[in-house]
Protein backbone atom coordinates (compact mmCIF):
# COMPACT_ATOMS: atom_id res chain seq x y z
CA UNK A 1 0.00 0.00 0.00
CA UNK A 2 1.02 3.23 -1.19
CA UNK A 3 0.63 6.37 1.33
CA UNK A 4 0.34 9.80 -0.05
CA UNK A 5 0.16 12.65 2.41
CA UNK A 6 -1.36 16.25 1.38
CA UNK A 7 -0.42 19.63 2.81
CA UNK A 8 -3.93 20.84 2.71
CA UNK A 9 -7.20 19.63 2.83
CA UNK A 10 -8.11 21.41 -0.26
CA UNK A 11 -4.85 21.38 -2.06
CA UNK A 12 -5.06 20.71 -5.81
CA UNK A 13 -2.01 21.16 -7.17
CA UNK A 14 -0.78 18.78 -4.83
CA UNK A 15 -3.50 16.26 -5.34
CA UNK A 16 -2.86 16.42 -8.92
CA UNK A 17 0.78 16.46 -9.33
CA UNK A 18 0.62 13.35 -6.81
CA UNK A 19 -1.70 11.36 -8.78
CA UNK A 20 0.24 12.10 -12.24
CA UNK A 21 2.92 10.20 -10.32
CA UNK A 22 1.10 7.12 -9.39
CA UNK A 23 -0.67 7.40 -12.78
CA UNK A 24 2.74 7.21 -14.49
CA UNK A 25 4.14 4.51 -12.44
CA UNK A 26 -0.03 2.53 -13.05
CA UNK A 27 -0.82 2.56 -9.28
CA UNK A 28 -4.24 0.96 -9.79
CA UNK A 29 -6.55 2.65 -6.76
CA UNK A 30 -6.96 0.05 -4.37
CA UNK A 31 -3.27 0.20 -3.28
CA UNK A 32 -3.43 4.17 -2.53
CA UNK A 33 -4.23 5.39 0.95
CA UNK A 34 -4.44 8.96 0.98
CA UNK A 35 -4.01 11.19 4.09
CA UNK A 36 -3.24 14.82 4.97
CA UNK A 37 -0.03 15.72 6.69
CA UNK A 38 -0.28 14.78 10.21
CA UNK A 39 -2.77 12.11 9.92
CA UNK A 40 -1.53 8.39 9.91
CA UNK A 41 -1.04 7.33 7.09
CA UNK A 42 -2.45 3.36 7.75
CA UNK A 43 -0.69 0.74 8.58
CA UNK A 44 0.40 -0.76 5.49
CA UNK A 45 0.87 2.58 3.56
CA UNK A 46 4.30 2.49 3.67
CA UNK A 47 5.52 1.52 0.22
CA UNK A 48 7.08 4.20 -2.35
CA UNK A 49 5.80 5.30 -5.61
CA UNK A 50 7.19 3.08 -8.35
CA UNK A 51 9.56 4.68 -11.39
CA UNK A 52 7.20 5.75 -14.35
CA UNK A 53 6.20 3.24 -16.88
CA UNK A 54 4.04 5.26 -19.05
CA UNK A 55 4.09 8.52 -20.59
CA UNK A 56 1.14 11.27 -19.07
CA UNK A 57 -1.89 11.16 -20.74
CA UNK A 58 -4.53 13.71 -21.95
CA UNK A 59 -7.83 14.22 -20.08
CA UNK A 60 -10.95 16.11 -20.69
CA UNK A 61 -11.24 19.34 -19.70
CA UNK A 62 -14.15 18.47 -17.74
CA UNK A 63 -12.12 16.33 -15.51
CA UNK A 64 -9.54 18.88 -13.87
CA UNK A 65 -12.66 21.52 -13.25
CA UNK A 66 -14.84 18.71 -11.75
CA UNK A 67 -11.54 17.53 -9.51
CA UNK A 68 -10.77 21.19 -8.49
CA UNK A 69 -14.01 21.47 -7.08
CA UNK A 70 -14.85 18.41 -5.63
CA UNK A 71 -11.76 18.43 -3.53
CA UNK A 72 -13.26 21.10 -1.26
CA UNK A 73 -15.70 18.62 -0.07
CA UNK A 74 -15.75 17.57 3.45
CA UNK A 75 -16.04 13.85 2.67
CA UNK A 76 -12.93 12.44 3.46
CA UNK A 77 -13.04 9.93 0.16
CA UNK A 78 -12.77 12.67 -2.01
CA UNK A 79 -9.18 12.07 -3.01
CA UNK A 80 -9.87 8.32 -3.39
CA UNK A 81 -12.82 8.92 -5.71
CA UNK A 82 -11.41 11.54 -7.63
CA UNK A 83 -8.07 8.98 -8.85
CA UNK A 84 -10.71 6.29 -9.26
CA UNK A 85 -12.31 8.44 -11.96
CA UNK A 86 -9.04 9.47 -13.23
CA UNK A 87 -7.52 5.84 -13.26
CA UNK A 88 -10.38 4.75 -15.16
CA UNK A 89 -10.47 7.79 -17.74
CA UNK A 90 -6.89 6.73 -18.72
CA UNK A 91 -7.66 3.24 -18.84
CA UNK A 92 -10.12 3.75 -21.77
CA UNK A 93 -13.58 5.03 -20.31
CA UNK A 94 -12.90 8.56 -22.12
CA UNK A 95 -16.85 9.76 -22.31
CA UNK A 96 -16.69 8.63 -17.95
CA UNK A 97 -18.12 12.12 -16.72
CA UNK A 98 -20.93 12.23 -19.90
CA UNK A 99 -22.18 9.18 -18.23
CA UNK A 100 -24.82 10.69 -15.85
CA UNK A 101 -26.33 7.50 -14.23
CA UNK A 102 -22.94 6.11 -13.32
CA UNK A 103 -22.67 5.81 -9.44
CA UNK A 104 -18.56 7.37 -8.78
CA UNK A 105 -19.78 9.68 -11.77
CA UNK A 106 -22.82 10.92 -9.77
CA UNK A 107 -21.42 10.73 -6.43
CA UNK A 108 -18.89 13.25 -8.11
CA UNK A 109 -20.98 15.85 -8.63
CA UNK A 110 -23.11 15.37 -5.96
CA UNK A 111 -20.42 16.67 -4.02
CA UNK A 112 -19.30 19.58 -6.59
CA UNK A 113 -22.92 20.70 -6.21
CA UNK A 114 -22.54 20.60 -2.13
CA UNK A 115 -19.48 22.92 -2.51
CA UNK A 116 -21.17 25.04 -5.14
CA UNK A 117 -23.90 25.43 -2.66
CA UNK A 118 -22.38 26.21 0.30
CA UNK A 119 -19.89 28.88 -1.56
CA UNK A 120 -23.50 30.51 -3.05
CA UNK A 121 -24.21 30.40 0.84
CA UNK A 122 -21.15 31.57 2.05
CA UNK A 123 -21.43 34.92 -0.04
CA UNK A 124 -24.97 35.51 0.53
CA UNK A 125 -24.58 35.40 4.14
CA UNK A 126 -20.99 36.70 5.61
CA UNK A 127 -21.67 39.96 7.11
CA UNK A 128 -18.86 41.47 7.89
CA UNK A 129 -19.03 43.90 11.57
CA UNK A 130 -16.64 46.60 12.40
CA UNK A 131 -13.78 46.72 14.50
CA UNK A 132 -12.12 48.71 17.08
CA UNK A 133 -8.97 49.04 14.95
CA UNK A 134 -10.50 49.51 11.60
CA UNK A 135 -10.82 46.47 10.10
CA UNK A 136 -13.80 44.26 9.52
CA UNK A 137 -14.30 41.08 10.52
CA UNK A 138 -17.12 38.39 9.81
CA UNK A 139 -17.40 34.99 11.38
CA UNK A 140 -19.01 31.94 9.16
CA UNK A 141 -18.87 28.05 9.36
CA UNK A 142 -18.94 26.59 6.07
CA UNK A 143 -19.57 22.94 5.28
CA UNK A 144 -16.59 22.28 3.04
CA UNK A 145 -13.19 23.76 2.87
CA UNK A 146 -13.95 26.48 0.45
CA UNK A 147 -12.52 29.63 2.53
CA UNK A 148 -9.43 30.37 0.37
CA UNK A 149 -11.01 29.18 -3.04
CA UNK A 150 -14.13 31.74 -2.52
CA UNK A 151 -11.76 35.01 -0.95
CA UNK A 152 -11.67 36.36 -4.81
CA UNK A 153 -15.35 36.83 -4.45
CA UNK A 154 -14.97 39.20 -1.59
CA UNK A 155 -11.88 40.85 -2.66
CA UNK A 156 -13.48 41.97 -5.47
CA UNK A 157 -16.62 43.18 -3.56
CA UNK A 158 -14.77 44.47 -0.73
CA UNK A 159 -11.28 45.62 -2.39
CA UNK A 160 -11.36 49.26 -0.68
CA UNK A 161 -12.05 48.14 3.19
CA UNK A 162 -9.52 46.08 5.11
CA UNK A 163 -11.24 42.75 6.09
CA UNK A 164 -11.01 39.06 7.69
CA UNK A 165 -12.94 36.20 7.54
CA UNK A 166 -12.72 33.86 10.51
CA UNK A 167 -13.95 30.11 10.35
CA UNK A 168 -13.70 27.11 12.51
CA UNK A 169 -10.64 25.97 10.77
CA UNK A 170 -8.86 28.87 8.71
CA UNK A 171 -8.81 32.46 7.82
CA UNK A 172 -8.60 34.73 5.26
CA UNK A 173 -7.22 38.33 5.79
CA UNK A 174 -6.98 41.43 3.10
CA UNK A 175 -4.84 44.36 3.83
CA UNK A 176 -6.05 46.11 0.40
CA UNK A 177 -3.16 44.78 -1.85
CA UNK A 178 -3.12 40.71 -0.80
CA UNK A 179 -4.77 38.15 0.68
CA UNK A 180 -3.04 35.85 3.52
CA UNK A 181 -4.24 32.38 4.99
CA UNK A 182 -4.36 31.87 8.83
CA UNK A 183 -5.61 29.48 11.47
CA UNK A 184 -8.85 28.67 11.97
CA UNK A 185 -10.44 31.20 15.09
CA UNK A 186 -13.72 31.27 17.63
CA UNK A 187 -17.02 33.21 17.31
CA UNK A 188 -15.70 34.87 19.95
CA UNK A 189 -12.41 36.55 18.14
CA UNK A 190 -15.73 38.49 15.57
CA UNK A 191 -17.28 41.25 17.18
CA UNK A 192 -21.08 40.35 17.99
CA UNK A 193 -22.56 43.68 16.57
CA UNK A 194 -21.57 47.33 15.48
CA UNK A 195 -23.40 50.35 14.53
CA UNK A 196 -24.80 49.97 11.46
CA UNK A 197 -26.55 46.38 12.77
CA UNK A 198 -29.57 48.74 13.25
CA UNK A 199 -29.57 50.53 9.82
CA UNK A 200 -28.64 47.20 7.74
CA UNK A 201 -32.74 45.93 10.04
CA UNK A 202 -34.11 48.75 8.91
CA UNK A 203 -33.29 48.50 5.64
CA UNK A 204 -34.23 44.65 5.70
CA UNK A 205 -37.22 45.12 7.18
CA UNK A 206 -38.68 47.47 4.47
CA UNK A 207 -37.80 45.59 1.31
CA UNK A 208 -39.15 42.40 3.10
CA UNK A 209 -42.79 41.81 0.73
CA UNK A 210 -45.43 39.91 2.99
CA UNK A 211 -47.33 39.74 0.04
CA UNK A 212 -44.59 37.38 -1.55
CA UNK A 213 -43.69 35.44 1.61
CA UNK A 214 -42.37 31.82 0.18
CA UNK A 215 -41.49 29.67 3.25
CA UNK A 216 -40.31 26.58 0.78
CA UNK A 217 -38.47 29.30 -1.09
CA UNK A 218 -36.91 30.43 2.37
CA UNK A 219 -36.03 26.85 4.05
CA UNK A 220 -34.15 26.46 0.76
CA UNK A 221 -32.25 29.39 0.20
CA UNK A 222 -31.54 30.51 4.15
CA UNK A 223 -31.40 27.44 6.28
CA UNK A 224 -31.71 28.10 9.77
CA UNK A 225 -27.87 27.04 10.84
CA UNK A 226 -26.91 30.59 8.92
CA UNK A 227 -29.46 32.89 11.09
CA UNK A 228 -27.32 33.19 14.10
CA UNK A 229 -24.79 35.25 12.36
CA UNK A 230 -27.34 37.75 10.11
CA UNK A 231 -28.81 40.40 12.08
CA UNK A 232 -31.60 40.70 10.47
CA UNK A 233 -32.48 37.13 11.47
CA UNK A 234 -33.75 38.07 14.71
CA UNK A 235 -36.50 40.00 12.81
CA UNK A 236 -37.86 36.94 10.53
CA UNK A 237 -40.15 35.23 12.63
CA UNK A 238 -41.92 38.85 13.44
CA UNK A 239 -41.69 39.46 9.96
CA UNK A 240 -43.29 36.38 9.15
CA UNK A 241 -46.09 36.28 11.67
CA UNK A 242 -47.13 40.01 10.88
CA UNK A 243 -47.26 39.08 7.27
CA UNK A 244 -51.06 38.20 7.29
CA UNK A 245 -51.95 41.32 8.79
CA UNK A 246 -49.94 43.33 6.21
CA UNK A 247 -51.56 41.43 3.84
CA UNK A 248 -55.06 42.49 4.93
CA UNK A 249 -54.19 45.97 5.06
CA UNK A 250 -52.40 46.52 1.72
CA UNK A 251 -55.91 44.54 -0.09
CA UNK A 252 -57.79 46.52 2.25
CA UNK A 253 -56.32 49.86 0.80
CA UNK A 254 -57.28 48.76 -2.65
CA UNK A 255 -53.97 48.16 -4.36
CA UNK A 256 -54.20 47.86 -7.98
CA UNK A 257 -54.13 44.54 -8.53
CA UNK A 258 -51.97 42.60 -11.14
CA UNK A 259 -53.24 40.67 -14.53
CA UNK A 260 -55.53 38.18 -13.36
CA UNK A 261 -53.23 35.38 -15.18
CA UNK A 262 -50.68 36.58 -13.70
CA UNK A 263 -51.42 37.15 -9.93
CA UNK A 264 -49.11 34.28 -8.25
CA UNK A 265 -49.74 35.27 -4.97
CA UNK A 266 -52.72 36.31 -3.05
CA UNK A 267 -53.96 36.91 1.23
CA UNK A 268 -54.40 33.83 1.56
CA UNK A 269 -50.80 32.40 0.41
CA UNK A 270 -49.94 33.63 3.90
CA UNK A 271 -52.57 32.84 6.27
CA UNK A 272 -52.20 29.42 7.30
CA UNK A 273 -50.02 29.41 10.63
CA UNK A 274 -46.16 28.47 9.72
CA UNK A 275 -44.92 25.46 11.80
CA UNK A 276 -42.00 26.02 13.91
CA UNK A 277 -40.08 23.70 11.76
CA UNK A 278 -40.45 25.54 8.90
CA UNK A 279 -36.44 25.20 8.09
CA UNK A 280 -35.93 21.80 9.37
CA UNK A 281 -33.41 19.08 7.68
CA UNK A 282 -35.11 15.94 8.45
CA UNK A 283 -36.24 14.85 4.70
CA UNK A 284 -39.74 13.28 5.92
CA UNK A 285 -40.81 16.34 7.74
CA UNK A 286 -39.53 18.66 5.38
CA UNK A 287 -41.31 16.84 2.98
CA UNK A 288 -44.63 17.26 5.06
CA UNK A 289 -44.00 20.96 5.20
CA UNK A 290 -43.80 21.04 1.67
CA UNK A 291 -47.01 19.09 1.68
CA UNK A 292 -48.53 21.23 3.54
CA UNK A 293 -47.62 24.11 1.94
CA UNK A 294 -48.51 22.64 -1.92
CA UNK A 295 -52.05 22.37 -0.04
CA UNK A 296 -52.45 25.73 0.91
CA UNK A 297 -50.89 27.34 -2.23
CA UNK A 298 -53.80 29.80 -3.95
CA UNK A 299 -52.08 30.29 -7.33
CA UNK A 300 -54.00 30.70 -10.00
CA UNK A 301 -55.41 27.57 -11.29
CA UNK A 302 -56.06 27.05 -7.40
CA UNK A 303 -59.08 28.91 -7.76
CA UNK A 304 -61.68 26.54 -9.94
CA UNK A 305 -59.53 23.01 -9.31
CA UNK A 306 -60.68 20.63 -6.78
CA UNK A 307 -57.36 20.58 -4.28
CA UNK A 308 -53.81 20.34 -4.88
CA UNK A 309 -52.44 17.01 -5.75
CA UNK A 310 -48.91 16.09 -4.10
CA UNK A 311 -46.39 13.64 -5.06
CA UNK A 312 -46.62 10.46 -3.71
CA UNK A 313 -43.48 7.33 -2.96
CA UNK A 314 -40.82 6.80 -0.71
CA UNK A 315 -37.81 9.60 0.24
CA UNK A 316 -34.66 8.16 -1.33
CA UNK A 317 -36.18 6.34 -4.61
CA UNK A 318 -34.61 5.74 -7.18
CA UNK A 319 -36.82 6.91 -9.82
CA UNK A 320 -38.90 9.76 -9.52
CA UNK A 321 -41.20 10.09 -12.10
CA UNK A 322 -42.94 13.97 -13.06
CA UNK A 323 -45.89 14.13 -15.11
CA UNK A 324 -47.19 17.13 -16.77
CA UNK A 325 -50.05 18.13 -14.30
CA UNK A 326 -53.60 15.97 -12.54
CA UNK A 327 -56.55 15.30 -14.56
CA UNK A 328 -60.12 15.35 -13.24
CA UNK A 329 -59.91 11.98 -11.89
CA UNK A 330 -56.86 13.19 -9.93
CA UNK A 331 -57.97 16.24 -8.96
CA UNK A 332 -61.21 14.91 -7.23
CA UNK A 333 -59.05 11.91 -5.38
CA UNK A 334 -56.00 14.11 -4.56
CA UNK A 335 -53.81 11.41 -5.37
CA UNK A 336 -51.48 11.23 -8.71
CA UNK A 337 -51.55 9.01 -11.77
CA UNK A 338 -55.16 7.29 -10.76
CA UNK A 339 -56.91 8.35 -14.09
CA UNK A 340 -56.68 6.70 -17.51
CA UNK A 341 -52.89 7.82 -18.32
CA UNK A 342 -52.38 6.72 -14.49
CA UNK A 343 -53.62 2.92 -14.93
CA UNK A 344 -51.43 2.74 -18.18
CA UNK A 345 -48.64 4.22 -16.82
CA UNK A 346 -48.89 1.63 -13.46
CA UNK A 347 -49.47 -1.40 -16.59
CA UNK A 348 -46.45 -0.06 -18.08
CA UNK A 349 -44.75 0.00 -14.83
CA UNK A 350 -45.16 -3.50 -14.23
CA UNK A 351 -44.38 -5.14 -17.67
CA UNK A 352 -41.09 -3.28 -17.15
CA UNK A 353 -40.09 -4.80 -13.98
CA UNK A 354 -40.11 -1.49 -11.77
CA UNK A 355 -41.90 -2.03 -8.42
CA UNK A 356 -44.41 1.04 -7.93
CA UNK A 357 -44.40 0.91 -4.68
CA UNK A 358 -40.72 2.09 -4.75
CA UNK A 359 -41.15 4.87 -7.37
CA UNK A 360 -42.27 8.34 -6.49
CA UNK A 361 -44.71 10.02 -8.70
CA UNK A 362 -45.42 13.56 -9.22
CA UNK A 363 -46.79 16.56 -11.57
CA UNK A 364 -45.15 19.35 -12.37
CA UNK A 365 -48.04 21.51 -12.06
CA UNK A 366 -49.81 20.49 -8.67
CA UNK A 367 -53.93 21.97 -10.09
CA UNK A 368 -55.52 20.70 -12.66
CA UNK A 369 -56.34 23.32 -15.14
CA UNK A 370 -59.33 22.55 -17.49
CA UNK A 371 -62.63 24.75 -19.05
CA UNK A 372 -65.45 23.98 -18.00
CA UNK A 373 -68.20 22.66 -20.81
CA UNK A 374 -71.67 21.57 -19.87
CA UNK A 375 -71.05 18.56 -17.61
CA UNK A 376 -67.25 17.58 -18.57
CA UNK A 377 -64.39 19.62 -17.60
CA UNK A 378 -61.82 20.09 -20.89
CA UNK A 379 -57.97 19.29 -20.09
CA UNK A 380 -56.07 22.57 -20.79
CA UNK A 381 -52.00 22.80 -21.15
CA UNK A 382 -50.08 24.56 -18.71
CA UNK A 383 -48.67 27.64 -19.89
CA UNK A 384 -45.13 29.07 -19.20
CA UNK A 385 -46.41 31.18 -16.35
CA UNK A 386 -48.63 28.00 -14.29
CA UNK A 387 -45.29 26.01 -14.94
CA UNK A 388 -43.02 28.67 -13.72
CA UNK A 389 -45.39 29.14 -10.62
CA UNK A 390 -45.25 25.89 -9.67
CA UNK A 391 -41.20 25.33 -10.08
CA UNK A 392 -39.95 25.62 -6.73
CA UNK A 393 -42.53 23.62 -5.05
CA UNK A 394 -41.33 21.01 -7.50
CA UNK A 395 -37.27 21.75 -7.09
CA UNK A 396 -37.75 21.62 -3.57
CA UNK A 397 -39.68 17.94 -3.58
CA UNK A 398 -37.11 16.47 -5.92
CA UNK A 399 -34.22 17.57 -3.45
CA UNK A 400 -36.10 16.17 -0.59
CA UNK A 401 -36.50 13.02 -1.93
CA UNK A 402 -33.14 12.45 -3.73
CA UNK A 403 -33.58 10.11 -6.66
CA UNK A 404 -30.91 8.81 -8.32
CA UNK A 405 -32.79 9.39 -11.85
CA UNK A 406 -36.07 12.07 -12.72
CA UNK A 407 -37.98 10.52 -15.60
CA UNK A 408 -39.90 13.31 -17.42
CA UNK A 409 -43.36 12.31 -18.81
CA UNK A 410 -44.00 14.89 -21.62
CA UNK A 411 -43.17 18.22 -22.63
CA UNK A 412 -44.32 20.15 -19.45
CA UNK A 413 -42.59 18.23 -17.52
CA UNK A 414 -39.59 18.23 -19.25
CA UNK A 415 -39.50 22.08 -19.81
CA UNK A 416 -40.22 22.77 -15.67
CA UNK A 417 -37.30 20.65 -15.01
CA UNK A 418 -34.74 21.86 -17.58
CA UNK A 419 -36.03 25.60 -18.03
CA UNK A 420 -36.51 25.78 -21.31
CA UNK A 421 -39.08 24.12 -24.28
CA UNK A 422 -36.89 21.27 -25.51
CA UNK A 423 -38.46 18.75 -28.53
CA UNK A 424 -39.30 15.18 -26.97
CA UNK A 425 -38.76 13.84 -30.33
CA UNK A 426 -35.39 15.27 -30.29
CA UNK A 427 -34.20 14.16 -26.47
CA UNK A 428 -36.17 10.85 -25.77
CA UNK A 429 -34.68 8.13 -24.04
CA UNK A 430 -31.14 10.18 -23.71
CA UNK A 431 -29.58 11.96 -20.46
CA UNK A 432 -30.06 15.28 -20.42
CA UNK A 433 -29.04 17.48 -16.92
CA UNK A 434 -31.79 19.65 -14.69
CA UNK A 435 -31.58 23.27 -14.06
CA UNK A 436 -30.30 21.86 -10.91
CA UNK A 437 -28.01 19.45 -12.24
CA UNK A 438 -29.84 16.35 -11.82
CA UNK A 439 -30.32 13.87 -14.95
CA UNK A 440 -33.27 13.90 -16.20
CA UNK A 441 -34.50 10.67 -18.89
CA UNK A 442 -37.10 12.45 -21.33
CA UNK A 443 -39.88 10.41 -22.55
CA UNK A 444 -43.68 10.76 -23.41
CA UNK A 445 -46.76 11.56 -21.24
CA UNK A 446 -49.03 7.91 -20.90
CA UNK A 447 -51.92 10.28 -21.85
CA UNK A 448 -50.16 10.60 -25.45
CA UNK A 449 -50.71 6.75 -25.70
CA UNK A 450 -54.45 7.13 -25.12
CA UNK A 451 -54.81 9.76 -27.72
CA UNK A 452 -53.47 7.93 -30.72
CA UNK A 453 -56.24 7.07 -33.19
CA UNK A 454 -55.67 3.20 -34.10
CA UNK A 455 -54.62 0.10 -32.73
CA UNK A 456 -52.03 -0.46 -34.82
CA UNK A 457 -50.14 2.93 -33.64
CA UNK A 458 -51.27 2.38 -30.14
CA UNK A 459 -49.30 -0.62 -29.94
CA UNK A 460 -46.15 0.47 -31.60
CA UNK A 461 -45.84 3.63 -29.29
CA UNK A 462 -46.92 1.73 -25.92
CA UNK A 463 -44.08 -0.89 -26.86
CA UNK A 464 -41.58 2.45 -27.27
CA UNK A 465 -42.46 4.00 -23.91
CA UNK A 466 -42.26 0.57 -21.97
CA UNK A 467 -38.57 0.17 -23.91
CA UNK A 468 -37.84 3.80 -22.56
CA UNK A 469 -38.80 2.69 -18.61
CA UNK A 470 -36.99 -0.10 -18.98
CA UNK A 471 -33.88 1.75 -20.19
CA UNK A 472 -34.54 3.90 -17.44
CA UNK A 473 -34.63 1.38 -15.32
CA UNK A 474 -31.42 -0.27 -16.27
CA UNK A 475 -29.76 3.27 -15.90
CA UNK A 476 -30.53 3.36 -12.04
CA UNK A 477 -29.45 -0.52 -11.40
Known amino acids: MIGIALPGPADFPAWREAARRLLAAEVAPERVAWHLVGEAAGLFAHEPVPEPRRAGITVPRAFPELAEVVIRHRDGERFALLYRLLWRIAHGEHGLLEMATDPEVIRAQAMAKAVRRDAH ?43 SILTPEASAHWDGEEVQMGPGGRRADAPAEDAKEDLWRAYFASIFNPARLKPAAMRAEMPVKYWRNLPEAQDIPRLMAEAPRRVAEMVARGATPAAPRRQRVLAADVEAPMSADLFTQ ?74 RAEAYVTNAVKHFKFKPTGRRRLHQSPDAGDIAHYRPFLRREIEIVGPRLVVSLGATALRALTGKPLAITKVRGEVVKSEDGVPVFPTVHPSYLLRLPDPESKEREYARFLGDLKGAWREVQ
Open 121 to 163: KMHAFVRFREAPEGRYVAWFEPDHHILEAETGFFIRRFAGMRW
Open 282 to 355: DPATALAALRAEVLADRGPLAEHATQAVFGEGPIGAALLFVGEQPGDEEDIAGRPFVGPAGRMFNRALEEAGIP
